[in-house]
């Protein structure tokens, strides 16, 4: 293994060397893009020579691009743009390094939106299996109750799956659910759900991007094994004041954004909460006197999301963002007092700076917190059970844009964690007895990285790199390389079409595991670190696929992939998650792997002629995922829950003309989630004093029967109105599964009694039956938002 | 069991969004045919003869009156070199049925709660070093099981307390003496009054339900700590509990939980259910022992 990892090494400075003597009779521009109206930076800007469009770059996160040209006696043109915006056109004889600050005006109304440059950009990148969701495009898609949620709009991207009927959950490509590291200004978020699940932490109004990578993972990200959602927030009006918000269904929303100096530096801050438990207290209170009236509980979540940035000068600029959000969820009645809360919080301080046109760099300290408490209190009865996870992150990342053919980038990442493991304290005012227990556990996680995106020729390109991670916990240090390459092959280009093979590998380590039996994200779910008897989990992805950008406004891909997963863990029978502090002897050891095709055809904007113009996407994947464990079925391979053979989505937009309307359209399909059902029974008599007969379930293979296929349309309609003044506003209707099918989130056996069967007195049943309970029957919702 | 209160809530939630409709439906489902396994029942009682009951597992759609009893079975428990092969009930009738136990003849336990099919004179042992073996072989069905335990001394309740609030009700506590050095496994149950209800139908109306039923294991909970059990501020003066700690072994502790995780999974979606760890080889139930202590509290203010 070292001998292998010193041999990458040396082929790594190889080629670095090599990198360096090639840049001869070249300028570099700099700089960054930003969006007019706001001044906000832009992610994903492409940047490129319109006389040699092979000749580009795109923006990184920070909005920073640098594009090494050769000298050249004649001017050329270059071509900033991306999606939704007015792309300008700058005309420059390219004698020496220049900066050029870019600001992108906004689409004029009925402008046919340039995408051509967007889906060149994709096609000649090695990047694989990323998907790329704007705000703006997930706000045009319907949604449950009326609320945006990203997470939910990446679940209907091939390759991501949801966990079950409504919820946010997301499976990528076989892996299970903590897999995914979810980075919120570059703060990883550990429970990014409100509602068990229902709706996603991510407030649509204070997110600029999300990015998902399934495959060829960049070197910068580690930690999980099967994909990166990089979430990045909003910086704020640079230019002016404004006021933006919502009224939805269950919840408002309400953002204030301006500049701190005018574009120099800005600020923004967003709120969301729901307002359910406002009824539901109004329900209890009018039926005070109802001895019939069983109180609800309260439920609430409220999100805030806060960011300041400041450009200190040309090359500095400073961010500071946080995240603070709570479920809050209490029963107050009597002498019970229940109350149950879950939140997180993550802070990121960041400092960009430009050390030459060609070398970026980036430092951020960040800090996370995930934690959840249940306090009950019975007269003198005290419980209090709780977990969570806190992380500081200490990271600096490098890009440097050595010459046209090079971009590297290297970094270290320092990560102190420390997880709180059902801390359970139970105690009575007569201390009688006191019960303390759990287990808090420091560890730290550490990562250096080194990158190379490089561009051999025209057709082919070239991306490698290697991440080295480590672990420490309890006297026990994992280490482990995690190589990453990726290559494109451009296999035929003209005006009208840009076709390219690519091809990528890389292996990921995950140290920390989530100790959850369920399809669903739980916020009982506890973190829990590698140790001595829990080692880490390992896996290796390798795709290969074809990436076509088909005339102006179409992009399709075809992705095949493979990954095979080490050190999964599942629990043992009858394993006690629960006020456990000795979870090691729970866990169960084995190996997964999962496999399949995604087909993926996009258009971000066609005209329609006289009916306006139409975008979306269609997705379909057919893929199979497998785990296998010595302790679980004699070793026999099974299907995760969540394993799905087909997978398809259609997501249509449609902006008609002459009206302020845009009607959009998604249909999912889905096969049924793998699910564990009892073959045959047992009946026994037990103990004295104890409930005799019952009828014992027993369970053989694991998730070996199916659900009902699930599918399901929802349509929206967004109505714009003031949209020429300053004030402006729009009307959202959206209805949920509108043909009403009632799909499946759960089956099991029930058993049923005669009709004339008194309560409480024991009965054989009358006969067993299977049954299917669904969540949600058609949801109708209207959402008002306005901005000024 | 707080995973399915959230998300029972969670579906109120849910239900007080939506237009409400019937979020239940039957469906068709076809169970794969598995082989019939032989299902022991068997607990060992120091001073009590021995008794078993010896039934089959049917699939799940079958007649659920269809009787479940193995007949003609030879059963064998072996302790200290002495093989006691144990007698078979009498039968009145060809057939039995769950919904028409009245064809049978059983042996029951001292207190005539339970019944069993087979039952032998010996008085088990109270031996707490030798293991019992059990053998079980059905020439009809062509199957055979057999299993091994070994006894562990009771272990006494400490103490009982009860303590009243404001409004009159009181909880009850009691105190184990449990020996911390090494791990236990419990299964406690406390009963209002009496453990059966009197003057009853045996088979009919046997058991009077436990005020609580828990299996625990004292690792994990009281982490070498004193181990004790409450109850909520349920009784009034002068009310009679009645506590009873069986001292298990890792194998009934074990059994217990993943039978009651697989009921409790049967209808919980969040829960991943999982096989049921028994000691029976060859086949499924519990061969085990009951080695108890049993405390009586009056509660007084």
Not at chain 1, 465 to 490: C, D, H, I, W
Not at chain 2, 219 to 228: H, L
Request: proline fraction near 4%; aromatic fraction near 14%; glycine fraction near 6%.
């Amino acid at each position: 293994m070292f001998r292998q990892i010193r041999l990458y090494c040396l082929l790594s400075c190889f080629l670095f060397l090599l990198s360096t003597l090639q840049a001869q009779d070249k300028i570099t521009l700099s700089g960054t893009v930003s969006e007019g109206a706001t001044g906000e930076t832009i992610i994903g800007a492409s940047v490129f020579v319109k006389e040699t469009p092979s000749i580009g770059t795109a923006t990184n996160i920070y909005g920073f691009y640098s594009l090494t040209i050769p000298i050249t006696e004649d001017s050329v043109t270059i071509v900033f743009a991306y999606t939704g915006l007015s792309p300008q056109e700058l005309r420059i004889l390219p004698k020496e390094n220049t900066e050029l600050n870019i600001e992108l005006a906004e689409l004029k109304m009925e402008e046919v939106v340039v995408s051509a440059s967007a889906n060149t950009e994709k096609v000649n990148s090695t990047q694989m299996g990323m998907d790329e969701i704007t705000v703006k495009e997930a706000k045009e898609i319907p949604a449950i109750f009326g609320e945006v949620d990203i997470i939910k709009v990446l679940q209907l991207k091939p390759g991501v799956q949801s966990g079950g009927e409504g919820l946010s959950g997301v499976y990528v490509r076989g892996g299970a659910g903590d897999q995914n590291l979810f980075v919120l200004d570059e703060a990883p978020v550990y429970n990014p759900n409100h509602l068990f699940g229902f709706f996603s932490t991510f407030n649509a109004d204070a997110v600029k991007n999300v990015r998902l990578f399934k495959a060829g993972f960049p070197a910068e990200y580690g930690g999980k094994l099967s994909s990166v959602i990089d979430v990045s927030m909003r910086e704020g009006n640079y230019k002016k004041f404004g006021l933006s918000g919502g009224l939805g269904l269950i919840s408002s929303r309400l953002t204030f954004e301006g500049p701190i100096v005018k574009d120099k530096g800005s600020f923004i801050i967003s709120a969301r909460r729901t307002y359910v438990d406002i009824f539901t207290r109004l329900l209890n209170k009018a039926n005070e006197d109802n001895a019939d009236w069983n109180p609800i509980p309260d439920y609430s979540f409220y999100d805030i999301n806060v960011k300041l940035n400041y450009k200190l000068g040309e090359k500095d600029r400073l961010f500071l963002s946080g995240y603070f959000g709570k479920d809050i969820f209490a029963f107050n009645q009597g002498n019970i007092n229940f109350n149950f809360n879950w939140g997180n919080i993550t802070g990121t301080l960041r400092w960009n700076h430009i050390i030459s046109p060609k070398l970026f760099m980036n430092t951020a300290f960040t800090f996370s917190d995930y934690n959840y408490k249940i306090k009950n209190q019975f007269d003198q009865f005290r419980i209090e059970l709780g977990s969570g996870i806190r992380d500081m992150n200490l990271k600096t990342d490098f890009s440097w844009f050595p010459n046209d053919k090079h971009e590297i980038k290297f970094g270290v990442n320092t990560i102190y964690h420390r997880f709180s493991v059902n801390r359970f304290n139970a105690e009575d005012e007569e201390d009688l007895f006191d019960f303390d227990v759990g287990s808090t556990f420091d560890a730290l996680e550490l990562a250096a990285y080194m990158s190379d995106a490089w561009t051999i020729s025209k057709r082919l390109k070239i991306s490698y790199g290697l991440r080295f991670s480590g672990f420490y916990n309890q006297q026990k240090f994992y280490a482990a390389p995690e190589p990453r390459v990726a290559m494109k092959y451009t296999l035929f280009k003209d005006e009208m079409h840009d076709l390219a093979m690519k091809a990528s590998y890389s292996r990921m380590n995950q140290y920390i595991h989530l100790v959850a039996t369920s399809g669903a994200s739980l916020p009982t779910d506890v973190w829990y670190p590698s140790n001595p008897n829990v080692k880490p989990q390992t896996s290796d992805m390798f795709s290969l696929g074809l990436a076509w950008a088909l005339g102006r406004h179409f992009f399709i891909s075809v992705e095949g992939y493979y990954k095979e997963l080490y050190g999964q863990i599942d629990f043992r029978d009858g394993a006690q998650l629960f006020v456990n502090d000795q979870l090691d002897n729970e866990f169960v050891f084995g190996r997964g792997n999962s496999y399949g095709a995604e087909f993926y055809v996009e258009t971000k904007n066609v005209g329609l002629g006289k009916a306006g113009q139409i975008r979306g996407w269609v997705g379909y994947t057919l893929s199979w995922s497998w785990r296998q464990f010595d302790d679980i079925m004699d070793g026999q391979r099974f299907h995760p829950r969540y394993d799905r053979r087909h997978d398809a989505s259609i997501v249509l937009s449609w902006d008609i003309a002459k009206t302020p309307l845009t009607f959009s359209a998604t249909w999912v399909y889905g096969t049924g989630n793998a699910v564990s059902l009892p073959v045959m029974r047992f009946f026994t008599s037990d103990i004295t004093g104890s409930n005799p007969l019952d009828f014992n379930p027993i369970y053989t293979e694991r998730n070996g029967f199916r659900m009902p296929a699930y599918h399901r349309l929802d349509m929206g309609l967004v109505w714009r109105l003031f949209t020429k003044k300053r004030f402006k506003s729009d009307i959202t209707f959206s209805a949920y599964n509108v043909y009403n099918r009632r799909n499946p989130f759960f089956m099991y056996i029930a058993a049923e009694f005669a009709e004339n069967t008194p309560e409480g007195q024991f009965a054989v049943p009358e006969r067993f039956q299977a049954k299917v309970v669904s969540l949600f029957p058609i949801i109708p919702s209207v959402t008002w938002n306005f901005k000024f | 069991m707080l995973k399915i209160k959230l998300f029972i809530s969670a579906i109120i939630a849910a239900i007080c969004f939506s237009n409400c409709g019937n979020f239940e439906r039957d469906i068709d489902l076809e169970l794969p045919e598995v082989a019939k396994e032989l299902v022991v029942e068997c607990y060992l009682v120091p001073g009590e003869p021995y008794r078993l009951l010896l039934t089959e597992t049917k699939s799940y759609f079958e007649d659920l009156n269809a009787c479940p009893i193995i007949k003609g079975a030879t059963v064998i428990i072996k302790h200290n070199g002495v093989n006691d092969t144990l007698q078979e009930a009498v039968y009145l009738e060809d057939d039995c049925r769950l919904d028409n136990f009245f064809g049978i003849l059983p042996f029951f336990n001292a207190d005539r709660s339970r019944f069993y099919n087979y039952g032998s004179t010996r008085i088990c042992p109270e031996d707490y070093v030798n293991d019992f073996e059990l053998e079980v072989i059905d020439p009809n069905g062509g199957r055979s099981v057999s299993a091994v335990t070994r006894m562990l001394p009771p272990v006494e309740i400490d103490s009982m307390r009860s303590t009243f609030n404001e409004e009159d009700k009181a909880y009850a506590l009691f105190f184990l003496q449990d020996d911390p050095a090494q791990v236990n496994f419990y299964r406690i149950l406390l009963h209002e009054t009496t453990l059966t209800i009197e003057d009853s139908i045996p088979f009919i109306s046997i058991a009077k339900d436990p005020e609580f039923d828990v299996s625990l294991d004292d690792a994990r909970f009281f982490n070498g700590e004193t181990v004790s059990w409450g109850t909520n501020y349920s009784y009034e003066e002068d009310d009679t509990l009645i506590s009873t700690v069986y001292h298990i072994d890792r194998a009934y502790h074990d059994y217990l939980e993943t039978v009651a995780d697989a009921q409790a999974s049967n209808g919980n979606p969040f829960a991943q259910p999982g096989q049921i760890i028994t000691n029976i080889q060859g086949g499924m139930g519990i061969f085990t022992f009951l080695t108890y202590d049993r405390d009586t509290l009056i509660v007084k203010r």
